[in-house]
């Protein structure tokens, strides 16, 4: 099923959001072809009904990271994931989360306030989770919020008649195990850029990549590209389960350490070139720079793993349960 997804999600992302697609995303817009996206039913995945296995689901998030994510795919995945366990039907097109704070029920309406909600645009569903309840709003009041990836980010003002119950489910783990993934997927497609780069790029009559240096900071990224697959394979079988947020704790600290490094050798490697705006390199090492913070940078999880294994009555049990 992995595969299958996979190299569905490839096809479709070369044939309908290529890269010209995740230039206008970072215009705040949402890219032509988006609608190709939606009609697959490749957003569905996650959705508790939709017969994938989450890992398997997970994959896709990982396929959209490799391709810079040329839309709210990981957000409409983790949509539809929450409107699933709250038994409503999906999302008919691109929609995010938001989750409020300062969230109050009167009267059957919802109103609160997050700051920071990535791809809160027009066009795009706000589902806003606050108070114990879930609203689906197309309309809710934006104030649009600088980013350095030049991704859309907003903060949101709710207020909309509640739909359900909010689920019972950890939200920034679940966002933190989906932005691991497009980190892992960036970074392996950034690591195949700069093997080429450098194995291309001829200075003092020999490749680059024929130097030791360069030879060292190839191997470095490579590592970093290699642990951040591994922390979303480590997300992955964490997502959505019970009393497993330490595990994507680790999982996103590591890899948002991962985008931080990775993108600064990728820039070394590939020089001024990989600075000016006609070069692809700055599509996934800005999203990488914004991903490495979303739903907690290395520091935030960092700090919550120092505090949890400070509790534990014994230090190896702990780690070894992750």
């Not at 996979?6 to 995303?25: G, M, Y």
Request: charged share 15%; aromatic share 4%; no cysteine.
């Amino acid at each position: 099923m992995r595969d299958l997804i996979t190299q569905s999600a490839r096809r479709l992302l070369e044939t309908h959001l290529p890269e010209v697609a995740v230039r206008q995303s970072r215009t705040g817009r949402l890219p032509d072809g988006w609608q190709a996206m939606t009609k697959s039913g490749l957003l569905l995945a996650l959705r508790p009904d939709s017969g994938i296995g989450r890992a398997d689901a997970l994959a896709l998030a990982e396929v959209a990271g490799a391709h810079a994510s040329p839309g709210p795919i990981a957000e409409t995945m983790l949509a539809n994931w929450l409107l699933g366990l709250a038994g409503l039907p999906p999302a008919t097109g691109p929609a995010t989360v938001a989750v409020l704070a300062g969230a109050a029920i009167n009267d059957g309406q919802l109103t609160g306030r997050a700051a920071g909600v990535p791809w809160a645009m027009p066009g795009v569903e706000i589902i806003a989770i606050g108070g114990g309840a879930l609203v689906r709003s197309w309309a809710p009041a934006l104030l649009a919020e600088p980013s350095i990836s030049g991704l859309p980010r907003a903060s949101v003002t709710v207020a909309a008649s509640v739909a359900a119950k909010a689920p019972e489910v950890d939200i920034q783990a679940a966002m933190a195990a989906l932005r691991t993934h497009e980190i892992a997927g960036a970074l392996a497609t950034i690591l195949a850029m700069t093997t080429e780069w450098t194995g291309t790029r001829v200075q003092f009559g020999k490749p680059l990549s024929r130097n030791q240096a360069v030879q060292h900071g190839l191997a470095r990224l490579a590592s970093e590209a290699a642990a951040a697959g591994a922390a979303a394979s480590l997300a992955a079988g964490a997502f959505g389960r019970a009393d497993t947020r330490l595990t994507i704790a680790a999982a996103k600290a590591r890899a948002s350490e991962a985008a931080g490094i990775g993108a600064g050798i990728a820039h070394q490697l590939h020089g001024a070139i990989g600075f000016t705006a006609d070069h692809r390199l700055h599509l996934f090492t800005r999203a990488l720079w914004q991903w490495r913070d979303d739903a907690g940078n290395e520091h935030d999880w960092a700090a919550e793993l120092g505090a949890a294994t400070l509790a534990a009555p014994t230090f190896w049990p702990m780690v070894t349960a992750l």
